[in-house]
C-alpha cells in the first residue's frame, strides 16, 4: 500500500533495530469517496443473492490507498523518512459517501 | 392471467426471496469452504494484537498490509432480520456474514504479507463500517479493513542461540 515512496509506513510505535532521531508531529490524509450510480445499481442486484460487493471492495481500496498517498505527500514535505503508529478510519458520511482517513506520526529514523 | 398481474408483487416478492435464500445459502457454503481451505494454507503466517516486536533490538524490515471486503446481506436475510427486529434477540443471519467478512478480510491480509515475504504480523487492528445507504437509497453493506504491520524475518541468518 505503500506505493512506489520510499517512505516507511507501519502501525507499530517503533521500528525494530532502528532509534528514532525527530518526532515530526502528526500527519494525515483524507478522501471522500461516492460510489457511481452504476455501480449502485449493480451492487443492488448483487444484493438479492448477498455476498461480496467487489466493485465496493475496490472503491474503498482506491480510497485508501489515496489517503495513504496524501498522508505519504504530507509527511515528505516535513522531511520525515518514516510515518509510525499510523491508524485508519473510515465515517459514512451520507448514503453511498465514505471518508477515510489515515494518520500517524512523522518521524526521522537513523 | 389476470390473477398473475393481480399478485405481481406478492409473486416477485417470493421469487427474490427463494432467490435470495438458494443463491444465498449456496454463496455462504462455498465462502465458508474457501475460508477454511485458505485459513489452513496461511495458518503459518501469525496475526497478533500486541503493539511491540518480540525483539526490538534485532533490525528488521516492516511493512503495512491491509485487507478488506464489502459484503451485503441477501434479501432472505434482510427479511429474517426485519422479522427478527420485531422480537428482538440474536441475529444469526447477519452473525454468519458478519464473521465471514472479518475472516475474509484477515486472509487478506494475511495473503497481502505473504506478498511481501513476511509470515508474521503485529498490531492487527479490525474495523468495520457501514458503507451502504442503510434503509432508502443505497444498499445495506458493511465493509471490514484489517490492518497491520508485517515484519520481514531478519536479513541475516539468524544466530544459533
Known amino acids: ?9 507501519s502501525n507499530l510505535e517503533l521500528v525494530p533495530g532502528r532509534r528514532v532521531k525527530t518526532h515530526l508531529g502528526v500527519v494525515q490524509g483524507s478522501t471522500v469517496r461516492a460510489k457511481h450510480a452504476g455501480k449502485d445499481i449493480l451492487a443492488g442486484l448483487k444484493n438479492i443473492v448477498g455476498g461480496e460487493l467487489t466493485a465496493y471492495t475496490e472503491l474503498m481500496q482506491e480510497a485508501r490507498e489515496e489517503a495513504v498517498g496524501r ?12 510515518v509510525l503508529n499510523v491508524r485508519f478510519a473510515t465515517t459514512s458520511i451520507t448514503a453511498g459517501a465514505a471518508e477515510i482517513l489515515a494518520y500517524g506520526t512523522a518521524v526521522v529514523l537513523e | 392471467m ?8 406478492l409473486l416477485l416478492f417470493v421469487v427474490l426471496l427463494a432467490l435470495g435464500y438458494g443463491i444465498g445459502r449456496m454463496n455462504e ?6 475460508i477454511r481451505q485458505r485459513e489452513r494454507e496461511l495458518a503459518g503466517v501469525l496475526a497478533f494484537g500486541i503493539r ?6 534485532t533490525p528488521r524490515d516492516c511493512v503495512l498490509v ?13 427479511f429474517v432480520a426485519g422479522l ?28 497481502d504479507a505473504v506478498r511481501h515475504g513476511a509470515s508474521l504480523i503485529l498490531n492487527v487492528k479490525v474495523e468495520s463500517t457501514n458503507v451502504g445507504g442503510g434503509m432508502r437509497g443505497g444498499v445495506p453493506a458493511m465493509e471490514v479493513f484489517a490492518y497491520g504491520t508485517a515484519l520481514k524475518p531478519p536479513r541475516e541468518a539468524p544466530r544459533a542461540a
Open chain 1, 1 to 9: 500500500m505503500a506505493g512506489s515512496s520510499n517512505i516507511l509506513v
Open chain 2, 29 to 34: 457454503q462455498r465462502h465458508y469452504r474457501s
Open chain 1, 71 to 82: 498522508m505519504l505527500a504530507q509527511a515528505a514535505s516535513v522531511g520525515a523518512n518514516a
Open chain 2, 66 to 78: 491491509t485487507g478488506s471486503v464489502v459484503v451485503s446481506s441477501d434479501y432472505f436475510k434482510q
Open chain 2, 84 to 111: 427478527r427486529t420485531l422480537i428482538g434477540g440474536r441475529m444469526a443471519a447477519y452473525e454468519s456474514l458478519l464473521d465471514r467478512a472479518r475472516r475474509e478480510a484477515m486472509l487478506r491480509m494475511k495473503a
Open chain 2, 2 to 9: 389476470q390473477a398473475f398481474f393481480e399478485y405481481f408483487d
Open chain 2, 52 to 57: 511491540f516486536p518480540p525483539d526490538p533490538k
